[in-house]
Protein backbone atom coordinates (compact mmCIF):
# COMPACT_ATOMS: atom_id res chain seq x y z
CA UNK A 1 0.00 0.00 0.00
CA UNK A 2 1.14 3.41 -0.67
CA UNK A 3 2.25 5.54 2.15
CA UNK A 4 -0.05 7.61 3.98
CA UNK A 5 0.01 11.59 4.41
CA UNK A 6 1.76 12.67 7.39
CA UNK A 7 -1.11 12.78 9.92
CA UNK A 8 -2.87 16.39 10.96
CA UNK A 9 -1.39 17.65 14.33
CA UNK A 10 -4.19 18.42 16.77
CA UNK A 11 -3.89 20.86 19.56
CA UNK A 12 -4.74 18.56 22.97
CA UNK A 13 -4.48 15.66 21.20
CA UNK A 14 -1.81 13.08 20.11
CA UNK A 15 -1.66 10.96 17.07
CA UNK A 16 -1.30 7.21 17.52
CA UNK A 17 -2.80 5.04 14.36
CA UNK A 18 -3.78 5.67 10.61
CA UNK A 19 -5.31 3.46 8.50
CA UNK A 20 -6.44 4.01 4.76
CA UNK A 21 -9.41 6.65 5.99
CA UNK A 22 -9.43 7.31 9.83
CA UNK A 23 -6.79 9.16 11.67
CA UNK A 24 -6.93 7.70 15.36
CA UNK A 25 -5.93 10.53 18.47
CA UNK A 26 -5.27 9.93 22.12
CA UNK A 27 -5.58 13.35 24.88
CA UNK A 28 -2.31 14.57 25.14
CA UNK A 29 -2.71 14.90 29.13
CA UNK A 30 -2.63 10.97 28.82
CA UNK A 31 -5.68 10.13 29.61
CA UNK A 32 -6.81 6.89 28.77
CA UNK A 33 -10.65 7.57 28.56
CA UNK A 34 -11.16 8.72 25.15
CA UNK A 35 -10.70 8.51 21.74
CA UNK A 36 -10.77 11.25 18.81
CA UNK A 37 -11.34 9.36 14.89
CA UNK A 38 -11.54 11.95 12.43
CA UNK A 39 -12.46 10.19 8.86
CA UNK A 40 -9.98 11.35 6.47
CA UNK A 41 -11.03 12.70 2.46
CA UNK A 42 -8.33 9.82 1.72
CA UNK A 43 -10.02 7.10 -1.28
CA UNK A 44 -8.34 3.81 -1.42
CA UNK A 45 -8.48 1.48 -4.42
CA UNK A 46 -6.36 -2.04 -4.99
CA UNK A 47 -4.62 -1.22 -2.05
CA UNK A 48 -3.25 1.98 -2.53
CA UNK A 49 -4.34 5.56 -1.08
CA UNK A 50 -5.10 7.41 -4.19
CA UNK A 51 -4.57 11.14 -5.05
CA UNK A 52 -6.05 13.31 -5.13
CA UNK A 53 -8.47 12.87 -1.80
CA UNK A 54 -12.45 13.49 -2.35
CA UNK A 55 -12.36 16.80 -0.40
CA UNK A 56 -15.87 16.49 1.74
CA UNK A 57 -15.88 12.71 1.54
CA UNK A 58 -15.06 12.43 5.71
CA UNK A 59 -17.67 14.78 6.69
CA UNK A 60 -20.35 13.09 4.73
CA UNK A 61 -19.13 9.69 6.16
CA UNK A 62 -19.20 10.84 9.76
CA UNK A 63 -22.53 12.84 9.31
CA UNK A 64 -23.94 9.33 8.07
CA UNK A 65 -22.76 7.24 11.06
CA UNK A 66 -24.27 9.95 13.80
CA UNK A 67 -27.33 10.05 11.81
CA UNK A 68 -27.71 6.25 12.13
CA UNK A 69 -26.11 6.25 15.25
CA UNK A 70 -29.14 8.40 16.97
CA UNK A 71 -31.16 5.34 15.20
CA UNK A 72 -29.82 2.37 17.07
CA UNK A 73 -31.35 1.03 19.97
CA UNK A 74 -27.88 0.04 21.36
CA UNK A 75 -25.41 1.30 23.06
CA UNK A 76 -22.42 3.32 20.78
CA UNK A 77 -18.83 4.83 21.42
CA UNK A 78 -19.82 8.40 21.12
CA UNK A 79 -19.16 10.52 23.95
CA UNK A 80 -22.52 13.08 24.74
CA UNK A 81 -21.51 16.93 24.93
CA UNK A 82 -20.71 17.85 28.08
CA UNK A 83 -19.54 14.74 29.47
CA UNK A 84 -16.86 13.62 31.20
CA UNK A 85 -17.01 15.79 35.09
CA UNK A 86 -13.49 16.07 36.09
CA UNK A 87 -11.51 13.52 33.50
CA UNK A 88 -13.23 15.97 30.86
CA UNK A 89 -11.39 15.45 27.41
CA UNK A 90 -9.72 17.90 25.21
CA UNK A 91 -11.98 20.36 22.91
CA UNK A 92 -12.40 18.89 19.32
CA UNK A 93 -10.10 20.74 17.45
CA UNK A 94 -12.45 23.32 14.99
CA UNK A 95 -10.27 22.06 12.01
CA UNK A 96 -11.74 18.72 11.94
CA UNK A 97 -15.00 18.90 13.96
CA UNK A 98 -16.90 18.44 10.88
CA UNK A 99 -15.56 15.05 10.12
CA UNK A 100 -14.77 13.70 14.07
CA UNK A 101 -16.05 11.59 16.57
CA UNK A 102 -15.20 12.13 19.88
CA UNK A 103 -15.59 8.70 21.50
CA UNK A 104 -15.01 6.20 24.92
CA UNK A 105 -12.31 3.78 24.54
CA UNK A 106 -13.24 0.35 23.98
CA UNK A 107 -11.67 -3.34 24.49
CA UNK A 108 -12.33 -3.98 20.47
CA UNK A 109 -12.90 -7.58 19.79
CA UNK A 110 -11.19 -8.99 16.75
CA UNK A 111 -14.22 -9.43 14.78
CA UNK A 112 -15.70 -7.41 11.77
CA UNK A 113 -19.18 -8.24 11.95
CA UNK A 114 -20.74 -8.86 8.19
CA UNK A 115 -24.08 -9.19 7.48
CA UNK A 116 -25.58 -9.94 4.23
CA UNK A 117 -28.79 -9.20 2.68
CA UNK A 118 -28.23 -10.00 -0.99
CA UNK A 119 -25.02 -11.93 -2.30
CA UNK A 120 -22.63 -10.44 -4.32
CA UNK A 121 -18.75 -9.33 -3.81
CA UNK A 122 -16.41 -12.06 -2.04
CA UNK A 123 -19.59 -13.49 -0.70
CA UNK A 124 -20.80 -14.56 -4.22
CA UNK A 125 -17.27 -15.74 -4.84
CA UNK A 126 -17.56 -17.75 -1.92
CA UNK A 127 -20.53 -19.48 -2.62
CA UNK A 128 -19.80 -20.20 -6.41
CA UNK A 129 -16.55 -22.10 -5.25
CA UNK A 130 -18.66 -24.01 -2.32
CA UNK A 131 -22.24 -23.59 -2.31
CA UNK A 132 -22.09 -21.84 1.05
CA UNK A 133 -20.65 -18.57 2.87
CA UNK A 134 -18.56 -18.72 6.36
CA UNK A 135 -19.70 -22.38 6.40
CA UNK A 136 -23.37 -21.18 5.87
CA UNK A 137 -25.01 -23.52 3.01
CA UNK A 138 -27.21 -21.53 0.94
CA UNK A 139 -29.74 -23.19 -1.72
CA UNK A 140 -28.78 -23.20 -5.34
CA UNK A 141 -28.99 -21.38 -8.21
CA UNK A 142 -28.73 -18.21 -6.69
CA UNK A 143 -27.40 -15.26 -8.67
CA UNK A 144 -24.89 -12.17 -8.52
CA UNK A 145 -27.23 -9.58 -6.79
CA UNK A 146 -29.82 -11.62 -5.12
CA UNK A 147 -31.70 -10.92 -1.90
CA UNK A 148 -31.33 -13.55 0.12
CA UNK A 149 -34.64 -14.55 1.47
CA UNK A 150 -32.90 -14.19 5.27
CA UNK A 151 -29.88 -11.59 6.52
CA UNK A 152 -26.74 -14.33 6.88
CA UNK A 153 -24.10 -13.57 9.31
CA UNK A 154 -20.61 -13.83 7.96
CA UNK A 155 -18.15 -12.73 10.52
CA UNK A 156 -14.38 -12.08 9.11
CA UNK A 157 -11.20 -11.60 11.39
CA UNK A 158 -9.37 -8.57 11.71
CA UNK A 159 -5.73 -9.43 10.62
CA UNK A 160 -2.90 -7.22 12.13
CA UNK A 161 -2.07 -4.32 9.74
CA UNK A 162 -1.40 -4.63 6.69
CA UNK A 163 -2.81 -8.48 6.05
CA UNK A 164 -6.11 -8.75 4.95
CA UNK A 165 -9.10 -9.71 6.71
CA UNK A 166 -10.08 -13.80 6.75
CA UNK A 167 -13.76 -14.72 6.46
CA UNK A 168 -14.53 -16.87 9.52
CA UNK A 169 -17.36 -19.22 10.71
CA UNK A 170 -19.41 -18.58 13.10
CA UNK A 171 -17.68 -21.60 15.50
CA UNK A 172 -14.27 -19.98 14.99
CA UNK A 173 -15.71 -16.48 16.09
CA UNK A 174 -16.33 -18.56 19.60
CA UNK A 175 -12.89 -20.22 19.40
CA UNK A 176 -11.96 -16.45 19.43
CA UNK A 177 -14.34 -14.54 21.55
CA UNK A 178 -16.39 -16.84 23.72
CA UNK A 179 -19.41 -18.55 22.95
CA UNK A 180 -21.85 -15.34 24.46
CA UNK A 181 -19.65 -12.82 23.00
CA UNK A 182 -19.65 -14.20 19.92
CA UNK A 183 -22.93 -14.85 20.18
CA UNK A 184 -24.28 -11.82 21.14
CA UNK A 185 -22.59 -9.99 18.23
CA UNK A 186 -24.03 -11.98 15.39
CA UNK A 187 -27.70 -11.24 17.41
CA UNK A 188 -26.61 -7.57 17.90
CA UNK A 189 -25.44 -7.29 13.97
CA UNK A 190 -28.42 -8.35 12.31
CA UNK A 191 -31.10 -6.97 14.84
CA UNK A 192 -29.44 -3.59 13.57
CA UNK A 193 -29.18 -4.51 9.84
CA UNK A 194 -32.89 -5.33 9.52
CA UNK A 195 -34.06 -2.01 10.65
CA UNK A 196 -31.57 -0.46 8.46
CA UNK A 197 -32.67 -2.32 5.99
CA UNK A 198 -36.34 -1.82 6.59
CA UNK A 199 -35.26 2.24 6.96
CA UNK A 200 -33.63 2.34 3.43
CA UNK A 201 -36.14 0.54 1.96
CA UNK A 202 -38.84 2.99 2.70
CA UNK A 203 -36.39 5.47 0.97
CA UNK A 204 -36.11 4.01 -2.13
CA UNK A 205 -32.51 2.27 -1.48
CA UNK A 206 -31.17 -1.52 -1.04
CA UNK A 207 -28.63 -1.68 1.64
CA UNK A 208 -26.90 -5.18 0.46
CA UNK A 209 -24.99 -5.53 3.12
CA UNK A 210 -22.68 -4.23 5.56
CA UNK A 211 -20.10 -4.68 8.29
CA UNK A 212 -20.19 -3.60 12.22
CA UNK A 213 -17.46 -3.46 14.90
CA UNK A 214 -17.84 -3.66 18.18
CA UNK A 215 -15.92 -3.31 21.85
CA UNK A 216 -16.48 -3.84 25.82
CA UNK A 217 -16.67 -1.05 27.84
CA UNK A 218 -13.53 -1.47 30.29
CA UNK A 219 -15.76 -0.41 33.02
CA UNK A 220 -19.35 -1.21 32.66
CA UNK A 221 -18.48 -5.05 30.80
CA UNK A 222 -21.52 -3.92 28.12
CA UNK A 223 -21.55 -4.53 24.53
CA UNK A 224 -20.82 -1.13 22.63
CA UNK A 225 -20.73 -0.50 18.75
CA UNK A 226 -18.33 1.55 17.85
CA UNK A 227 -16.36 2.58 14.69
CA UNK A 228 -17.95 4.21 11.31
CA UNK A 229 -22.16 2.23 11.45
CA UNK A 230 -23.64 1.59 8.10
CA UNK A 231 -21.84 4.31 5.76
CA UNK A 232 -20.96 4.21 2.01
CA UNK A 233 -17.49 2.87 3.20
CA UNK A 234 -18.72 0.10 5.41
CA UNK A 235 -21.89 -1.00 3.26
CA UNK A 236 -23.09 -2.08 0.34
CA UNK A 237 -26.25 0.23 -1.36
CA UNK A 238 -28.11 0.48 -4.45
CA UNK A 239 -30.65 2.52 -5.88
CA UNK A 240 -33.91 0.13 -5.59
CA UNK A 241 -35.58 1.65 -8.62
CA UNK A 242 -32.19 0.88 -10.67
CA UNK A 243 -31.95 -2.53 -9.49
CA UNK A 244 -35.40 -3.64 -10.10
CA UNK A 245 -34.84 -2.66 -13.80
CA UNK A 246 -34.16 -5.99 -15.62
CA UNK A 247 -33.62 -4.02 -18.95
CA UNK A 248 -30.24 -3.15 -17.22
CA UNK A 249 -27.06 -5.13 -17.48
CA UNK A 250 -26.19 -6.95 -14.04
CA UNK A 251 -23.01 -4.14 -13.05
CA UNK A 252 -25.21 -1.18 -13.90
CA UNK A 253 -28.28 -2.55 -11.11
CA UNK A 254 -25.63 -3.52 -8.94
CA UNK A 255 -24.03 0.08 -8.68
CA UNK A 256 -23.20 1.30 -5.50
CA UNK A 257 -23.16 4.52 -3.58
CA UNK A 258 -19.86 4.81 -2.93
CA UNK A 259 -15.97 4.60 -4.72
CA UNK A 260 -16.88 2.57 -7.23
CA UNK A 261 -16.12 5.09 -9.68
CA UNK A 262 -12.92 5.67 -8.84
CA UNK A 263 -12.57 1.11 -9.07
CA UNK A 264 -14.21 1.59 -12.69
CA UNK A 265 -12.14 4.55 -13.68
CA UNK A 266 -8.72 2.93 -12.46
CA UNK A 267 -9.32 -0.50 -13.47
CA UNK A 268 -9.67 1.06 -17.04
CA UNK A 269 -6.44 3.61 -16.93
CA UNK A 270 -4.21 1.58 -14.94
CA UNK A 271 -2.44 -2.23 -15.14
CA UNK A 272 -2.20 -2.32 -11.08
CA UNK A 273 1.94 -1.71 -11.42
CA UNK A 274 3.64 0.83 -9.93
CA UNK A 275 1.99 3.76 -8.50
CA UNK A 276 -1.49 4.56 -9.86
CA UNK A 277 -2.30 7.31 -11.66
CA UNK A 278 -3.95 10.65 -10.23
CA UNK A 279 -7.58 10.85 -10.59
CA UNK A 280 -9.21 13.78 -12.60
CA UNK A 281 -11.37 16.41 -11.22
CA UNK A 282 -14.38 14.68 -12.73
CA UNK A 283 -13.94 11.52 -11.41
CA UNK A 284 -13.30 13.34 -7.77
CA UNK A 285 -16.22 15.56 -8.15
CA UNK A 286 -18.46 12.52 -9.51
CA UNK A 287 -17.11 9.97 -6.34
CA UNK A 288 -18.25 12.93 -3.65
CA UNK A 289 -21.91 13.34 -5.40
CA UNK A 290 -22.32 9.46 -5.43
CA UNK A 291 -21.50 9.84 -1.32
CA UNK A 292 -23.61 12.95 -0.88
CA UNK A 293 -26.45 11.54 -2.91
CA UNK A 294 -27.15 8.52 -0.76
CA UNK A 295 -27.09 10.52 2.71
CA UNK A 296 -29.96 12.93 1.18
CA UNK A 297 -31.60 10.16 0.57
CA UNK A 298 -31.08 7.95 3.46
CA UNK A 299 -31.46 11.42 5.86
CA UNK A 300 -34.25 13.37 3.42
CA UNK A 301 -31.84 16.46 4.43
CA UNK A 302 -28.75 18.11 2.41
CA UNK A 303 -25.56 17.33 4.75
CA UNK A 304 -25.02 19.92 7.43
CA UNK A 305 -21.90 21.54 6.05
CA UNK A 306 -21.34 23.61 2.80
CA UNK A 307 -20.23 21.28 -0.07
CA UNK A 308 -16.88 21.65 -1.10
CA UNK A 309 -15.39 23.81 -3.36
CA UNK A 310 -14.75 22.84 -6.80
Partial sequence: MTHLPAPTQLAGWTHTYSGKVRDLYTPA???AAYLLVVASNRVSAFDHVLEPPIAGKGALLTALSNWWFDRIELPNHLVPAGAGGADSPPAVPAEVADRAMLTRRLDMYPIECVVRGALTGSGFAEYERTGAVCGIELPSGIADGDLLDTPIYTPAYKAPL???DENITFERSVEL?????A???RDASLKIFTAARELAADRGV????TKFEFGRDPRTGELVLADEVLTS????YWDAAVYGDDSLSRQDRL????KQIVRNWLASHWDKTG???VLPDEIVAQTYDRYRELYVRLTGAQPPFPAPAS
Fill in 255 to 258: ASFD
Fill in 275 to 277: EPP
Fill in 162 to 164: GEH
Fill in 206 to 209: VLAD
Fill in 29 to 31: NGS
Fill in 183 to 185: AAL
Fill in 177 to 181: VGEEV
Fill in 233 to 236: DSSR
